[in-house]
T-cell receptor, first 114, second 113 residues
């Protein structure tokens, strides 16, 4: 089955803790994206990567970090600097990263703060 | 700058009646336009995509959208709503020369029996 997987489905963070969200795709796509979703605000872009070992900040990158060491994987770390991390996080991928390409989404991870 | 506006945050219909979800975009260039659907606590699923081949685009589950350049609109319609259509719908725009898509804030579709 081709697609995008995200894990875990739910994640709990304690104050001052860094947590990492996993995103894996087997679509052989070059580009991958991380979005944050809050009620009534749509999707906001955190980071994106169009090629291995390269990534760019999106609109709300502060308090987050990413890596892209493998084509199929694009993990997102929510650092302790992110003061309001509670949200639904969505990972997506597209074939080459062009601005008119269809993006395909994973099932999401909901992050909650204890 | 590219932007997209979904004109209604919530739309309520009765099962069996038509659905209209409105979307306007702003741009000087020819866009690609998408509609995605999201069921609660799920990822986004592509409903349909416009890429300039035809102004009326048919998607999955009986949805369709019409691109009107003069009105810069891309409204989503369905002739008869089903209970399973209750979800949040996102209008999305993309342009050549950009690396990312721009998402509308979403329209929640409520379907009553």
């Amino acid at each position: 089955d081709g697609g995008i997987t995200q894990s875990p489905k739910y994640l709990f963070r304690k104050e001052g803790q860094n947590v990492t969200l996993s995103c894996e795709q087997n679509l052989n796509h070059d580009a991958m994206y991380w979005y944050r979703q809050d009620p009534g605000q749509g999707l906001r872009l955190i980071y994106y990567s169009q090629i291995v070992n390269d990534f760019q900040k999106g609109d709300i990158a502060e308090g987050y970090s990413v890596s892209r060491e493998k084509k199929e994987s694009f993990p997102l770390t929510v650092t302790s600097a992110q003061k309001n991390p509670t949200a639904f996080y969505l990972c997506a991928s597209s074939a080459t990263g062009g601005g008119q390409e269809t993006q395909y989404f994973g099932p999401g991870t909901r992050l909650l703060v204890l | 700058a590219q932007s997209v506006t979904q004109l209604d945050s919530h739309v309520s219909v009765s099962e069996g009646t038509p659905v209209l979800l409105r979307c306007n975009y702003s741009s000087s260039y020819s866009p690609s336009l998408f509609w995605y659907v999201q069921h609660p606590n799920k990822g986004l699923q592509l409903l349909l995509k416009y890429t300039s081949a035809a102004t009326l685009v048919k998607g999955i589950n009986g949805f369709e959208a019409e691109f009107k350049k003069s009105e810069t609109s891309f409204h989503l319609t369905k002739p008869s709503a089903h209970m399973s259509d209750a979800a949040e719908y996102f209008c999305v725009v993309g342009f050549s020369g950009y690396s990312t898509l721009t998402f509308g804030k979403g329209t929640m579709l409520l379907v009553s029996p």
